[in-house]
């Protein structure tokens, strides 16, 4: 390892010089207080900036090891740092400038979820944070004098009021730690009292806008249990909270337009992860299995069992290994639900509004002018009881304009100017008093176990091999072939998609092997991450990139929209 000072001689002897020079600052010095890595040097201002890491003793940072010996601890701890990281940049280091990236220095973003991230590794050895850094050039000159104020005057503050105990303020750190210990705690309560979620009393569930996920601040109104639904969870740390269980089954929230429905069941489809404190949905959680279902036209689907909600087709196509390169609304929406059984999923959340209207409901005149001989769809409908009866998989519906739905559901909810109220008698009176002459067109069980084995040859690699990139949240490139992520309403943050990326990569090259199925595959690499750390499915050396996890829902969906997908 060189000093600290062999740096600065370094940086005064490429300083002017074009920036290929950078890459001889690549290497590891010691510094007074800690250790800096370049593992990556960029190779022009406009690139993907540098990679870089600092890492402190454990036995100098103070951390004492009770603070992240249990799962939810350690992501609490590097979460917070994370984000003191982030807040002491923007205090300790104002923007050198440049040309392209130069002079950006940042960790990795943190939102209102609490997410399992690597931007921080801590453990008894080492306190690390990963950062990115821009090396400043003003065209493709070097400029030293910059760089240096990068490395010896903001680096060094940044790391002394962030990786340290005694600089952090302790309080919020322990604050957070206890509120993931309730939030732990809360996820396994409802799974013990049978419930799918749970929505304290007092949520802000509205969030500012289409485009801020802070909370709503003016007119909001905050969520109150309907009495019937009302129970006490007694929280280690924050004590008894009371808010609305939402019982295993079938649940429809149902009321007037604007009412507040998308947005309760938008507060209920991110209830998989923890949030901050301050969000508002701190204690609003829902099983970590919940998946959204959402109509897709135009998506791949690649034999997928889909004969449960379609058969029957007029060309004779047979849906129980059903292909097509450009699914239709209902075809898409019974493929993500038997990919979602597939991967494994104890309540599916659907959303009219974002359903195709053919596959949830066929009402009792339609079924009389069109003969099921000649309807190939079995509207969900006809499909939600025996989800629950036989499968255990319960739903939560957003419904405003089918009332067949109350003959099937076993809560009807109705959010009225944002307040929900029980109405699960009136709707079974009204069953009752329009007989309805709707019949159930029922055909098979659902669950379908036929393995759908993962082959090796999807992974096509080009002259140059096999690039694998996201951008943004939303999108995967593999090669040039775009994998199209914006309908999996669950996937948050760009380094999820990230990691996703990095995990096609590592399947290809570890784990697809013609045998495993789509599902094994998944989990393998899960379990990987699992015991060995995000890291391990990082192609990089050093500071890996940022990296936050993904559930195995989402890894399995974007291997199902990657159109070279090939199954056997
Ligand atoms: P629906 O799905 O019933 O038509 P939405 O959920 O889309 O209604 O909500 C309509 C509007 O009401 C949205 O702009 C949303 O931000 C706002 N809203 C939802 N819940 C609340 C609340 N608890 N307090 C204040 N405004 C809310
Ligand atoms: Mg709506």
Not at 43 to 61: E, H, L, Q, Y
Not at 70 to 92: P, W
Not at 517 to 523: H, I, M, P, Q
């Amino acid at each position: 390892m060189k000093s600290f000072k062999e740096l600065e001689k370094i940086i005064d002897r490429i300083d002017g010089k074009s920036y290929k020079s950078y890459k001889q600052l690549q290497g590891q010095y010691q510094f007074p207080n800690f250790i800096l890595s370049i593992d990556y040097v960029q190779g022009d201002p406009f690139a993907s900036p540098s990679r870089i890491r600092v890492t402190v003793p454990g036995n100098k940072s103070g951390f004492s090891s009770g603070l992240y010996d249990t799962s939810y601890k350690k992501k609490a701890v590097v979460d917070f740092l994370s984000r003191v990281v982030g807040e002491n940049i923007y205090k300790h280091y104002e923007n050198v400038g440049g040309s392209g990236k130069s002079g950006l220095l940042s960790i990795g973003h943190c939102g209102q979820e609490i997410l399992e991230r690597n931007y921080i590794i801590i453990d008894e050895k080492i306190v690390e944070a990963r950062l990115t850094v821009g090396l400043p050039a003003e065209g493709r000159r070097i400029l030293g004098n910059k760089a240096k104020t990068i490395f010896f005057e903001a680096l060094p503050k940044i790391v002394e009021s962030s990786l340290f105990f005694n600089a952090i303020s302790q309080e919020d750190l322990l604050k957070q730690i206890n509120l993931l210990e309730d939030q732990a705690y809360l996820r396994k309560e409802i799974e013990k009292r049978e419930l799918v979620a749970f929505i304290a009393n007092g949520s802000i569930i509205p969030r500012q806008s289409g485009v801020s996920q802070k909370p709503m601040r003016k007119g909001v109104v905050p969520f109150l249990s309907p009495k019937e639904y009302e129970i006490d969870i007694n929280l280690p740390n924050q004590g008894t909270i009371k808010g609305m269980g939402i019982p295993e089954g079938v649940t429809l929230i149902v009321g007037g337009g604007f009412h507040g429905k998308s947005t309760i069941l938008k507060a209920l489809e991110l209830g998989v992860y923890d949030h901050i404190l301050g969000d508002g949905r701190e204690y609003i959680v829902i099983r970590e299995n919940a998946v959204k279902i959402k109509s897709e036209d135009g998506r791949k689907v690649e034999k997928v069992n889909i004969y449960p909600f379609i058969n029957n087709l007029p060309m004779g196509e047979d849906t129980k290994r059903f292909s097509t390169e450009n699914a239709s609304g209902s075809t898409s929406q019974a493929a993500n639900i038997m990919e979602a059984l597939e991967i494994g999923t104890d309540l599916l959340l659907i959303d009219e509004d974002t359903s195709a209207t053919n596959f949830m409901i066929r009402d009792g005149r339609m079924q009389k002018l069109v003969q099921k001989e000649k309807e190939p769809i079995t509207p969900f409908i006809d499909k939600v009881r025996t989800l629950y009866e036989k499968n255990g998989v319960s739903t939560v519906l957003v419904i405003g304009g089918s009332g067949d739905y109350f003959e099937v559901a076993d809560h009807v909810i109705m959010m009225d100017e944002y307040h929900p109220k029980d109405m699960t008698k009136e709707a079974k009176d009204i069953v009752e008093e329009i007989k309805y002459q709707r019949k159930i067109d029922e055909v098979t069980l659902i669950k379908d176990d036929t393995p759908r084995t993962l082959l090796k040859s999807s992974f096509f690699t080009g002259r140059k091999g096999v690039k694998i990139k996201s951008r943004g949240i939303d999108t995967i490139t593999y090669n040039k072939m775009d994998i199209e992520l914006r309908n999996l309403e669950q996937l948050i943050h760009s380094d999820q998609t990230n990691t996703i990326s990095f995990i096609i990569k590592y399947i290809m090259d570890n784990i697809a092997n013609d045998k495993r199925t789509l599902k094994e595959a998944v989990d393998k690499v899960y379990e990987e991450m699992n015991t060995k750390g995000l890291d391990t499915v990082s192609p990089y050396q050093g500071n890996p990139g940022n990296m936050a996890l993904p559930r195995k829902y989402e890894i399995a969906a974007t291997l199902n929209r990657f159109r070279n997908l090939k199954i056997k």
